[in-house]
């Protein structure tokens, strides 16, 4: 639908309409451009920025002082206000995407604010009054205007940027932009460099607002700060989130309703008050409260759950299949945990704990709540560093590295609270475990270069769901599914890893009888099939079911390692679950 109704916009300018409507809809055009860049950086990955407004105004003045100053090309301009903005963007993300909660938001008004008064008060760019006398733009020969030529050049370039962040978004690198908003722990368990792409995307929204801006100085000819202060950055962040912040196709409804509607109160208001005033701004401010409360998702959500959701075409049945990292052999050691310790301040959570995993074992890691368990898995996985002690994966130490370098060597790991995207299908939750395999990045994507690798990442995908019971599951969105079936989701995500080691983190919490039955029999078959686990579980009967040997843990310290057998025996182990009598 979003597709078609964009094609068909372009036919407004053969059609008879006022020249007033063709310059409305090209300030949608331009407010869409940035809009777009917004969806990208605060709809898919969760970053809130006031400061889009910025980049518009240097796109603008790069254009607006190398043609009036030097006389360029209009068409040279581009590439320099792109650069220019790509730097800047470059550095404000690499200070500013550290900073979490309300500090990215600030320093992002804060550098919108530092650039709207640089513009307001440097000589070379006319201060306040900004430059004047800009050409309109050209093409072979023919000048664009502000009429109808312009106007299919702008929607061309909204149409193609649409496009290309709507492929971007169904790719290997759009599932992880995806799982930014889930938070980091699960993107970097799967290998995924959360601030690398927190930067990536930062960078793209703010060429898509430099765009935006060289159009709007060659439109109106002019240019000077007051369309790129705060006030401008908070619209266009109204605009994204009145239309759908998580939507494409919502940014450009946002930016036609508002474009259109702040308009027709300008007019309207005035004649019902009886008094002129900015009265739209207060309309604005309670319809933003009224959507928050009631469609917070945004107009195009209200839009899309009404329409009918194909599933994904299966073109990837004959696809080649991922190269596969060669197997430890039986018996050889997978994981060699020596002495390991980690200290909270004065608290050791974890004291000199030690024991090995080999290869085609279950070993379980056991003990009382608070026996440093989740800790020491924290440790092995990367997610925590440890205070002294080694880590050895495959005769490799990996004591020291972050968590998405240990899961590109091959040790995966599930959470204890699930950890998946809601609003992806089972399938493409599945293939986010294949990140590091693939190797195509944003540009192939954009361009639908990636196509080739994306079979082999989705047959991988159905191929590890089929292996854990999930293959009639694969077009469902991974929010629908019952807690048994998230469980064995996030399992079928770890084994696309290719994983040498596989780490379950009480895998059977709130499941019921049956589905752990179901849980027991998949590892079960992955142990036949070759596969190394280790397990921290609270439910002892599946502990005792499935393990070859436990390990026992007690206010983290190591208590005793044997086979289940031998620690079902073990009065040691009976008095730190059932304490002692007196």
């Not at 008050?273 to 009265?279: A, D, E, F, L």
Request: proline content about 4%.
């Amino acid at each position: 639908m979003g597709l078609a109704a964009l094609a068909a916009i372009p036919l407004a300018a053969i059609l008879p309409l006022p020249d007033f409507w063709i310059t409305q809809l090209n300030y949608i055009g331009l407010y869409s451009l940035t809009c777009l860049g917004l969806v990208l950086l605060t709809g898919i990955a969760g970053l809130t920025s006031f400061g889009q407004a910025a980049f518009v105004g240097i796109g603008a003045y790069t254009t607006g002082w190398l043609t009036v100053n030097l006389g360029w090309s209009p068409w040279l301009t581009l590439p320099v206000g792109l650069a220019i903005t790509a730097a800047s963007a470059l550095v404000l993300a690499l200070v500013t995407l550290r900073m979490s909660g309300h500090y990215l938001p600030l320093a992002t008004i804060a550098w919108g604010l530092s650039l709207y008064y640089l513009m307001g008060n440097l000589d070379a760019l006319g201060k306040y009054d900004g430059i004047l006398g800009l050409k309109s733009l050209s093409l072979f020969g023919a000048d664009l205007g502000q009429g109808r030529g312009f106007f299919l050049l702008t929607w061309s370039l909204v149409a193609v940027m649409a496009v290309a962040l709507l492929h971007l978004l169904d790719s290997r690198a759009g599932r992880a932009m995806r799982s930014l908003k889930s938070g980091a722990l699960m993107a970097e368990s799967v290998g995924i460099s959360t601030f690398r792409y927190k930067v990536l995307i930062f960078v793209i929204a703010a060429l898509l607002a430099c765009l935006a801006g060289w159009l709007l100085a060659h439109f109106q000819r002019t240019v000077n700060p007051t369309a790129f202060g705060l006030k401008m950055g908070i619209e266009y962040l109204f605009m994204t989130v009145v239309g759908g912040v998580g939507h494409v196709w919502g940014a450009i409804a946002g930016a036609a309703l508002t474009r259109l509607l702040e308009d027709q109160l300008q007019v309207l208001l005035p004649r019902l008050i009886g008094t002129s005033g900015s009265y739209e701004v207060i309309v604005f401010g309670i319809a933003l409260v009224l959507m928050l409360k009631y469609q917070p998702d945004g107009l195009w959500d209200f839009v899309e759950r009404r329409l009918p959701r194909p599933p994904r075409r299966n073109d990837w049945a004959d696809a080649a299949a991922l190269a596969a990292q060669p197997r430890p052999a039986a018996g050889d050691p997978v994981l060699e945990v020596h002495q390991l310790r980690k200290e909270f301040g004065g608290l050791v959570a974890v004291n000199d704990v030690g024991f090995q995993v080999r290869a085609a074992e279950i070993v379980g890691l056991i003990g009382p709540n608070g026996a440093g368990k989740t800790t020491t898995f924290h440790m092995i996985s990367g997610v925590l560093p440890h205070t002294s002690g080694t880590v050895r994966f495959r005769g490799r130490p990996i004591g020291h590295l972050p968590s998405r370098q240990i899961a590109r060597l091959g040790l995966a790991r599930t959470f204890q609270h699930v950890k998946m995207i809601p609003d992806m299908t089972v399938l493409e939750n599945a293939a986010l475990g294949a990140h590091a395999r693939g190797g195509k990045g944003v540009l192939a994507a954009m361009a639908r270069l990636d196509r080739a690798e994306e079979r082999t990442l989705f047959r991988e995908a159905q191929r590890q769901l089929e292996r854990v019971g999930m293959g009639s599951h694969l077009h469902e969105l991974a929010g629908n599914l019952a807690m048994g079936q998230q469980r064995l989701l996030e399992i079928a995500r770890a084994l696309c890893a290719d994983p040498a080691l596989l780490l379950l983190d009480e895998p059977a919490a709130g499941l019921r009888h049956q589905e752990k039955r179901a849980l027991a029999q998949v590892l079960r078959q992955l142990q036949a099939e070759g596969m190394t686990i280790l397990l921290v579980e609270h439910d002892m009967d599946l502990v005792m079911e499935v393990c070859d040997r436990l390990v026992v843990m007690e206010f983290g310290t190591l208590l005793m390692e044997g086979t289940p057998r031998e620690v079902r025996q073990s009065p040691a182990v009976r008095a730190a679950y059932l304490g002692t009598e007196h």
